[in-house]
């Protein structure tokens, strides 16, 4: 029942107090039946409504703003009717008045326990605040932190990497807290739904996340605030709301090693300023080694998380809808290959000037030899 993906577009609709109808009810043809004369009056409804906007739009052009306003509250009012009248079951006779219960059907044919959610819900206008504040957190600190006189290149290094930090620690080591510690206790009958994706998968035989063959683990099983955020993330890629082993290798790392890395090349751009004043050159070697590093292993960690999916046909990747491909997979996730990208860049041209300045130092050497 957990296990079976949720079909899309597909509904069933029972009449009576919300609970799930059982198989051997003789009433579910004629729930069927209502559910449907329900939906087609809705439908019905809708499209007189949207007739009746349509000509008051373009036959009423030069009405005086006065009535255009009481057209508009009409419409409003008509809207809100429609949606009154839909929620009315059709009654037969000897049946008591209740309202119906949409709920989605999954490929097997069972019906789930809640209503599909929404494209834009409150957890994901909360997710996306929250990463914007961290934003603005890390801006702010990174210009009272830095000397002014600091170029401009160390400013959105320093904002970048402890923006990056900030991501790593809050965001993904609590998504590490729920991998190990959120977790559900089912029979192990109900256990060959837990890993969906190939990469789960030891061999033959199902792996077990931490030998505990009756839980299951993952955000999925928690209702704290940052299990929600994974939650709503993992409409986008359900990997991320379960135990999933290749994630949860790459996190692992990501956490308490790219995140404490970050930190501290923020910790060395802060000295850059001082090193260059007294013409030391071991802090800058620190700095860029670091940044190629981590930068580096961003970028590793993107591929080695998306490629296992590229391989087995995004089994696990909402593809279908724009929101979740364009804004949660492409973008989210684009800006730690972007962004690595250029301070690689940057690094190499430091490293080339570095050089360069070496090979003239020792040209000036061998001629004063001479």
């Not at 579910?28 to 009056?41: F, N, Y």
């Not at 219960?101 to 996306?128: D, E, N, Y």
């Not at 807290?177 to 789960?200: E, K």
Request: charge should be positive; hydrophobic fraction near 40%; aromatic fraction near 12%.
């Amino acid at each position: 029942m957990d296990g079976d993906p949720v079909v899309p577009n597909k509904c069933y609709l029972s009449v009576g107090n919300g609970s799930t109808p059982s198989s051997g009810s003789s009433k579910e043809p004629a729930h069927d039946l209502q559910g449907g004369a329900a939906l087609g009056e809705m439908g019905r409804r809708m499209v007189r409504g949207i007739g009746r906007s349509m000509a008051c739009v373009s036959g009423r052009l030069r009405q005086t703003p006065c009535h255009a306003r009481y057209q508009v509250g009409r419409l409003v009012h008509q809207a809100k009717s429609i949606w009154i009248q839909a929620d009315r079951p059709v009654l037969h006779r000897g049946q008591s008045r209740s309202f119906p219960t949409i709920r989605p059907m999954t490929a097997s044919g069972s019906i789930t326990t809640s209503p599909p959610p929404s494209l834009v819900s409150l957890s994901t206008v909360l997710s996306l605040l929250f990463s914007l504040a961290i934003l603005f957190a890390a801006i702010l600190l990174s210009r009272h932190l830095l000397p002014r006189s600091s170029p401009r290149k160390y400013l959105i290094l320093h904002t970048w990497h402890l923006f990056d930090f900030l991501i790593h620690t809050i965001f993904e080591g609590s998504y590490l807290y729920h991998s190990f510690f959120s977790y559900t206790t089912v029979p192990p009958a109900s256990l060959s739904s837990d890993y969906p994706h190939p990469a789960s998968l030891a061999s033959s035989s199902r792996a077990i996340f931490l030998g505990h063959t009756d839980r299951r683990y993952g955000a999925a099983h928690s209702s704290s605030p940052t299990a929600l955020l994974w939650q709503e993330y993992a409409r986008a890629d359900t990997r991320w709301a379960n135990t999933d082993t290749n994630i949860i290798s790459i996190e692992l790392l990501t956490v308490l090693i790219a995140g404490p890395l970050a930190c501290y090349i923020c910790y060395l751009l802060q000295r850059q300023p001082l090193a260059r004043s007294t013409n030391t050159d071991d802090n800058a070697a620190k700095l860029w080694f670091s940044i190629i590093v981590l930068a580096t292993g961003e970028i590793y960690g993107g591929f080695m998380t998306f490629a296992p999916e590229w391989l087995s046909g995004n089994t696990s990747l909402s593809t279908g809808n724009w929101m979740y491909l364009w804004l949660y997979l492409v973008f989210f996730n684009g800006i730690w290959v972007v962004v690595p990208g250029w301070c690689l860049w940057v690094a190499w041209g430091e490293v080339k000037r570095a050089f360069a300045k070496r090979g003239e130092s020792e040209k000036l050497g061998g001629k004063k030899t001479r």
